[in-house]
T-cell receptor, first 114, second 110 residues
Framework: SQTIHQWPATLVQPVGSPLSLECTVEGTSNPNLYWYRQAAGRGLQLLFYSVGIGQISSEVPQNLSASRPQDRQFILSSKKLLLSDSGFYLC?????????????FGSGTRLTVV | GEDVEQSLFLSVREGDSSVINCTYTDSSSTYLYWYKQEPGAGLQLLTYIFSNMDMKQDQRLTVLLNKKDKHLSLRIADTQTGDSAIYFCAERYNFNKFYFGSGTKLNVKP
């Protein structure tokens, strides 16, 4: 069966520090991968998605970047965090490119920038 | 998210039915979804409905879709305390992209 792992679960970082969040998927190949952010009391915002190694689409211009160095690995990064980067970050994958059957989400990383 | 609207809170007693409502804006959405988020966890896909359907039933869950009014609802029969969570509706608006609502927090009282 397929599983998706995200780490760390929680993170407290000072303003201006770098960020690296990692997501890996097991049990499938060539998954479509996504990074979402959930701000407090709000819905989810799509940040990045990837349909293959090295292929990244950015949805929202911001302080963050994403990379996919391996088929089942998706990394969210920042060189210098801002206070506004605080939130709950969720990685997800879909079997099909159209995500017709929805996503499978990881357990999330709660990031607090202080 | 801002195009998908949900009420923020719903409180019901254990054993009652819960109905969570959602309105969306894109009439061309082909798939609509309900997700459940338990505290501190990611979102779990509960069910989805194709836009050519009016209703879908899956055990205790019933999804109703009114395309004319762009209204989606999730009914949970015989609500249990384990159903307490935040429920998100989502519409697929473009290929693999979704708008999510801000979530409805369901509180089930024993």
């Amino acid at each position: 069966s397929q599983t998706i792992h995200q780490w760390p679960a929680t993170l407290v970082q000072p303003v201006g520090s770098p960020l690296s969040l990692e997501c890996t998927v097991e049990g499938t190949s060539n998954p479509n991968l996504y990074w979402y952010r959930q701000a407090a009391g709000r819905g989810l915002q799509l940040l990045f998605y990837s349909v293959g190694i090295g292929q990244i689409s950015s949805e929202v211009p911001q302080n963050l970047s994403a990379s996919r160095p391996q088929d089942r690995q998706f990394i969210l990064s920042s060189k210098k965090l801002l206070l506004s980067d605080s939130g709950f970050y969720l990685c997800a994958w879909s079997r099909d490119r159209g995500a017709n059957y929805g996503y499978t989400f990881g357990s999330g990383t709660r990031l607090t920038v202080v | 998210g801002e195009d998908v609207e949900q009420s923020l809170f719903l409180s019901v007693r254990e054993g009652d039915s819960s109905v969570i409502n959602c309105t969306y804006t894109d009439s061309s959405s082909t798939y609509l979804y309900w997700y459940k988020q338990e505290p501190g966890a990611g979102l779990q896909l509960l069910t989805y409905i194709f836009s050519n359907m009016d209703m879908k039933q899956d055990q205790r869950l019933t999804v109703l879709l009114n395309k004319k009014d762009k209204h989606l609802s999730l009914r949970i029969a015989d609500t249990q305390t384990g159903d307490s969570a935040i429920y998100f509706c989502a519409e697929r608006y473009n290929f693999n992209k979704f708008y999510f609502g801000s979530g409805t927090k369901l509180n089930v009282k024993p």
